[in-house]
């Protein structure tokens, strides 16, 4: 295996949860549902459709799924086109999935199977007529036609920019020739790519906090309504708005209400995003405390508070040391773009490894001022993190991170200075 290999399956090892999430959001298991053939209706008797999913259970479906459905009025034909169709025994998967560079396809489905599937997921289901003219309805036959064929079905995906809801967004858009990003590009939603991810996973602590962490600044830039689509509830909530122009004179809704196909008893996802600031600034104090009782204990001459204090502290840096160099590596050696400027490397950050080494070292040496020192930078730079959020750009929505690390680091370089033995002779 190359080095670089082996570099960039390392982070999906340690942050495997969030990476998951996000690459597969949106996405639908290919071994799941069963491929039609090349079938496609007379445009003279076609019917399309949106077909919308609810949020389900599982880590890739917390986003929620939708489809377009091309109907034969006179046979009844109905396939339903997925975009979001990955296969987790595809070649390289894993290296992909660690690099950023997963491939996505689109291709054609029985649509009373894919509804029925739903059904068993116990998860509700929309159907809306999408009101075409007859030319726009050749348009759409002839994009479809050319995108589910072998040489063109595969996409590079991005869990944000370019998923199996923006393809159906950026389908139409080009059938209804840009009627749609012209009214939604420069409207903006109100909303950030954090903001809705952290929402919809608030429920997953362990992905809530792989996620938080694993985005950076980008994903909190304030998006628009085009870009909010990536979601499919808002793609439908946002497509209701918009008219046909080509027909009756502009009048037209782009879509009729929605026909709902499945009923699931299912909460809804979360409108807001609560957070869990003052549950992990908790945690964090409390962990912190303990170590800062540690050095206390080791200054009392309590080995086994010494031994339990360079326990944890080695296993604590060890983890922020490896997941933070991960992280600085993740942007120079993979394609995840919201990845990149990450301002949790001020609390997560590879210096934690050199404290980690040096607390190994202290259990055969009671006086040691190297590891002061390397628990003294540490700190400080997680202090740096929060300090440069005065300063325009340092913006990150990153509290949380802050509040469960920054007590820990602060207890640890506090318990491993107290700990020191006093020399009295």
Known sequence: MRLIDLITLIPVRVLWVSVVFLLQA????LSSQTLLGDETPDPFR???????VEPGDAIWERFGHNALVIQDSRDKTRIAYNWGIFDFGQHDFIMRLARGRMRYSMRGFPASALVESYRGQGRTV???????TFDQKLKLLALIREMDSESNRYYRYDYYRDNCSTRIRDVLDSVLDGEIS??????????TYRWHTA????????AYVGTQFVVGNTGDKPISIWEEMFLPLRLKEHLESVSNQSLLGG???????????????REPPPEKWVGFLTRFLLVGV?????????GWGASKGYVQARWILIGFGTVWST????????????WFLTDHVFWTLNENIFQANPISLLLAISLLNSFQEEENLTLTRWARVVTAIAILGFIVQIFPGFDQMNGEIIALTFPIHLGLYLGIRWSRPVNTG
Do not use: C, H, Y
């Open 251 to 265: 009048t037209t809704k782009l879509l009729e209400p929605p026909t709902l196909l499945v009923e699931s008893s």
């Open 46 to 52: 076609m019917e399309v459709f949106l077909l919308t």
């Open 126 to 132: 929309w159907s809306q007529r999408v009101n075409l």
């Open 26 to 29: 949106t996405g639908a298991s």
């Open 182 to 191: 012209s009214k939604t590009k420069e409207q903006g939603a109100g909303t």
């Open 319 to 330: 983890i922020v040391g490896i997941v933070g160099t991960l992280l600085l590596l993740s």
């Open 286 to 294: 409390v962990l912190g405390g303990i170590l800062l009782t540690l």
């Open 199 to 206: 929402r919809l996973l608030q429920s997953n602590v362990p």
